[in-house]
């Protein structure tokens, strides 16, 4: 089998889709000119747990042009964009991906990859890796047996010990990876493409701070001008969305934190701090982006106003207590797509979006392409540098070097046409010495 998407007849439209992404992706496509010429990944198996969207289909074509030979598979079971799944299926890529995956199907995806004894892996949230590294350890579980029925029998601890390394794209699996790290459990050295400047900067803040709206508005079309929307988490995401929140014209934009610091910028940017308890009275439309399980409990859900919208951006599916919410119902409709009703007990009703997952790229299409041009260039940069350096980086947690990341923000304002200064030999040297002072 070298693929299993859910049409393969949509494979022309998709192409459509990720030439329409090459085009507002300048960078990577630059990127891309080199390694068709130079080849560094040449003879590299890559298996990567990515979101499967037409900025997905950008990276990957640019791998497959600097060598390698690429398997692909979501990393989220709602985000899988079926046209782009058959377009890259059709042109030879190993495609396991459609969307709306049950939790066994999202692990015999990842089994697949697996199947694939990659030498580098990919990841969105680490379920890739950390599957890899049960299996290698022997840990089970009931997502370690679905990976089983694809993975294949065989020698997993050796298959691990010749992985030269993976790269992770997004904060949650930094963070499930550093405590790998942490604990002495990781077994291949990780390079956090979400900790580049030109990463978490852009893609969490600006990415987010618009697709998130653009997930809410395509799901529900209701208007923002008039509501107070509350932002569980004032980390980069949050900022984003608190941000645009602001700009759509909402009445009142409610930040809640736990952390002091980001708390007190909340509040110097412009915007009211208050305990989650407080803000569910209040809110109109609720967005959890802290990166940890329960911002909104099932407690806080029966406080809120009658019609309240629960979305999340954040961290998987724990943010919002669903499950809870699942258990006191006392009736569940579909409203629309991504949209469902729930009766609580108390009268009231509430709408939970995308089933409590990413709502960006559940109801929208992720990030747009022109943010993604940044994330994905360090990706592509990331496997370059591990393939480059294999056998020679430690074992642990790693930033992609800052030459590299400046590298990015260097190739993107020229590609956007904008120009800036350089530093003079005086300056140079002033910034550099320590002897002239008033
Ligand atoms: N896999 C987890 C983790 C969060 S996803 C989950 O499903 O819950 C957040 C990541 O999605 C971000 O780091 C961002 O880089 C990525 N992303 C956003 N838009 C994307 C797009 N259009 N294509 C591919 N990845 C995208």
Same mark, same amino acid.
């Given at each position: 089998?070298?693929? /299993?998407? +859910?049409? @393969?007849?949509?494979?022309? /439209?998709?192409?459509?889709?990720?030439? !329409?992404?090459?085009?507002?992706?300048?960078?990577?496509?630059?990127?891309?000119?080199?390694?068709?010429?130079? +080849?560094?990944?040449?003879?590299?198996?890559?298996?990567?747990?990515?979101?499967?969207?037409?900025?997905?289909?950008?990276?990957?074509?640019?791998?497959?042009?600097?060598?390698?030979?690429?398997?692909?598979?979501?990393?989220?079971?709602?985000?899988?964009?079926?046209?782009?799944?058959?377009?890259?299926?059709?042109?030879?890529?190993?495609? #396991?991906? !459609?969307?709306?995956?049950?939790?066994?199907?999202?692990?015999?995806?990842?089994?697949?990859?697996?199947?694939?004894?990659? $030498?580098?892996?990919?990841?969105?949230?680490?379920?890739?890796?950390?599957?890899?590294?049960?299996?290698? =350890?022997?840990?089970?579980?009931?997502?370690?047996?679905?990976?089983?029925?694809?993975?294949?029998?065989?020698?997993?601890?050796? %298959?691990?010990?010749?992985?030269?390394?993976?790269?992770?794209?997004?904060?949650?699996? $930094?963070?499930?990876?550093?405590?790998?790290?942490?604990?002495?459990?990781?077994?291949?050295?990780?390079?956090?493409?979400?900790?580049?400047?030109? /990463?978490?900067?852009?893609?969490?803040?600006?990415?987010?701070?618009?697709?998130? !709206?653009?997930?809410?508005?395509?799901?529900?079309?209701? =208007?923002?001008?008039?509501?107070?929307?509350?932002?569980?988490?004032?980390? !980069?995401?949050?900022?984003?969305?608190?941000?645009? *929140?602001?700009?759509?014209?909402?009445?009142?934009?409610?930040?809640?934190?736990?952390?002091? $610091?980001?708390?007190?910028? *909340?509040?110097?940017?412009?915007?009211?701090?208050?305990?989650?308890?407080?803000?569910?009275?209040?809110?109109?439309?609720?967005?959890?982006?802290?990166?940890?399980?329960?911002?909104?409990?099932?407690?806080? @859900?029966?406080?809120?106003?009658?019609?309240?919208?629960?979305?999340?951006?954040?961290?998987?599916?724990?943010?919002?207590?669903?499950?809870?919410?699942?258990?006191?119902?006392?009736?569940?409709?579909?409203?629309?797509? #991504?949209?469902?009703?729930?009766? %609580?007990?108390?009268?009231?009703?509430?709408?939970?979006?995308?089933?409590?997952?990413?709502?960006?790229?559940?109801?929208?299409?992720?990030?747009?392409?022109?943010?993604?041009?940044?994330?994905?260039?360090?990706?592509?940069?990331?496997?370059?540098?591990?393939?480059?350096?294999?056998?020679?980086?430690?074992?642990?947690?790693?930033? %992609?070097?800052?030459?590299?990341?400046?590298?990015?923000?260097?190739? /993107? %304002?020229?590609?956007?046409?904008?120009?800036?200064?350089?530093?003079?030999?005086?300056?140079?040297?002033?910034?550099?010495?320590?002897?002239?002072?008033?």
């Amino acid at each position: 089998m070298t693929y /299993k998407v +859910k049409d @393969i007849s949509l494979a022309e /439209k998709g192409r459509l889709l990720i030439e !329409w992404a090459e085009r507002h992706m300048p960078v990577l496509m630059k990127i891309r000119e080199r390694f068709t010429r130079e +080849k560094p990944l040449d003879g590299i198996r890559i298996s990567a747990s990515l979101h499967v969207t037409k900025e997905t289909a950008v990276l990957v074509r640019t791998l497959v042009a600097g060598g390698a030979t690429v398997t692909l598979v979501p990393s989220n079971p709602l985000s899988t964009q079926d046209e782009v799944a058959a377009a890259l299926a059709e042109d030879g890529i190993y495609v #396991y991906a !459609w969307k709306g995956m049950n939790e066994r199907e999202y692990y015999n995806a990842i089994g697949f990859a697996i199947s694939q004894e990659p $030498v580098v892996t990919m990841d969105d949230g680490a379920d890739l890796t950390v599957t890899l590294h049960k299996l290698a =350890l022997g840990v089970k579980s009931n997502e370690v047996n679905y990976a089983l029925e694809t993975a294949g029998d065989r020698d997993f601890a050796k %298959l691990i010990s010749s992985v030269y390394g993976g790269t992770e794209e997004t904060t949650t699996g $930094v963070i499930r990876l550093r405590a790998m790290a942490r604990e002495g459990t990781l077994r291949y050295p990780i390079i956090a493409v979400n900790d580049s400047y030109t /990463k978490y900067l852009f893609d969490n803040r600006y990415g987010t701070g618009q697709s998130t !709206w653009d997930g809410i508005l395509r799901a529900t079309n209701i =208007l923002v001008a008039g509501k107070v929307v509350v932002v569980a988490g004032y980390g !980069w995401v949050g900022r984003g969305i608190a941000m645009r *929140a602001k700009g759509l014209g909402a009445r009142r934009v409610i930040v809640t934190e736990v952390n002091p $610091v980001r708390a007190l910028e *909340a509040v110097f940017d412009g915007f009211e701090v208050m305990p989650m308890s407080e803000a569910a009275e209040i809110g109109d439309i609720f967005i959890t982006a802290t990166g940890d399980i329960n911002a909104i409990t099932l407690d806080h @859900i029966l406080k809120m106003k009658d019609g309240a919208v629960l979305a999340n951006a954040g961290h998987f599916n724990v943010e919002i207590d669903v499950a809870g919410l699942e258990r006191v119902a006392a009736e569940k409709r579909k409203i629309r797509d #991504y949209v469902v009703e729930y009766r %609580l007990p108390n009268g009231k009703r509430v709408y939970l979006l995308a089933e409590g997952r990413l709502v960006n790229l559940v109801a929208a299409e992720g990030h747009p392409s022109e943010v993604m041009d940044m994330s994905f260039s360090n990706q592509a940069l990331a496997v370059e540098y591990i393939v480059k350096n294999r056998g020679k980086l430690q074992l642990g947690v790693h930033k %992609l070097p800052d030459e590299l990341d400046m590298e990015v923000a260097r190739l /993107k %304002l020229e590609t956007m046409g904008i120009r800036i200064d350089q530093l003079t030999e005086e300056q140079r040297r002033y910034i550099s010495s320590w002897g002239l002072g008033t």
